[in-house]
């Protein structure tokens, strides 16, 4: 951001103080939406990566899930064999 760093004299007219008051006015705006796209950046990462994360904990939750119904399954026993006396 460019600072004016002048000296106001009382020789300054009435139009160059409202040209320097414009041209601060203008540095402040641009500074202003600037940091409106850079909020609206950040919001949007941040909601990205929660859903991100939490699809990524539900994938965990569910393989837990999996390996422990399967460790509580009683060994299958193998089929009797019809023809097997």
Do not use: H, Y
Request: aromatic share 2%.
């Amino acid at each position: 951001m460019n600072v004016m760093k002048e000296i106001e004299t009382s020789e300054s007219t009435p139009e160059q103080l409202l040209q320097m008051l414009e041209a601060q006015l203008a540095a402040q705006r641009s500074q202003r939406a600037q940091s409106g796209r850079n909020r609206a950046t950040i919001l949007v990462t941040g909601i990205l990566f929660i859903v991100v994360a939490a699809g990524a904990a539900l994938l965990v939750l569910d393989q837990m899930l999996v390996d422990l119904r399967q460790s509580d399954r009683p060994p299958m026993m193998a089929p009797a064999r019809a023809d097997a006396k």
